[in-house]
């Protein structure tokens, strides 16, 4: 059973940054893409970042490009992102999630595996 916890979440001021972690279990971590999501209060998940099984290749929403950086550990079975430069609307509750492949998609659907989620909370 693949289990994927999150943490690192808060309330933090804009220009803030803060660093959320996706530890991983249940199967070969190294083997899978990984993923970030976010829904804010009213709306649909939306996309945030993602790696590939090596972390050789990520990919961003635009929304985050240049504040945001996802990396992964394969040592550890951890998955980061580092968020710079906070804004209010970068409040949202955060999921990671992990999917049965090794390169990255945009597409929620295609993920099999989902965290609980950490709440960001980004004040002005």
């Known amino acids: 059973q693949v289990q994927l916890v999150e943490s690192g979440g808060g309330l933090v001021q804009a220009g803030g940054s803060l660093r959320l972690s996706c530890a991983a279990s249940g199967r070969t971590f190294s083997n899978y893409a990984m993923g970030w999501f976010r829904q804010a209060p009213g709306k649909e998940r939306e996309f945030v970042a993602a790696i590939n099984w090596s972390g050789s290749i990520t990919y961003y929403a635009d929304s985050v490009k240049g504040r945001f950086a996802i990396s992964r550990d394969n040592a550890k079975n951890t998955v980061y992102l580092q968020m710079n430069s906070l804004k209010p609307e970068d409040t949202a509750v955060y999921y990671c999630?992990?999917?049965?492949?090794?390169?990255?998609?945009?597409?929620?659907?295609?993920?099999?595996?989902w965290g609980q989620g950490t709440q960001v909370t980004v004040s002005s």
């Open positions: 999630a992990t999917r049965e492949a090794m390169h990255w998609s945009t597409r929620e659907v295609l993920y099999d595996y």
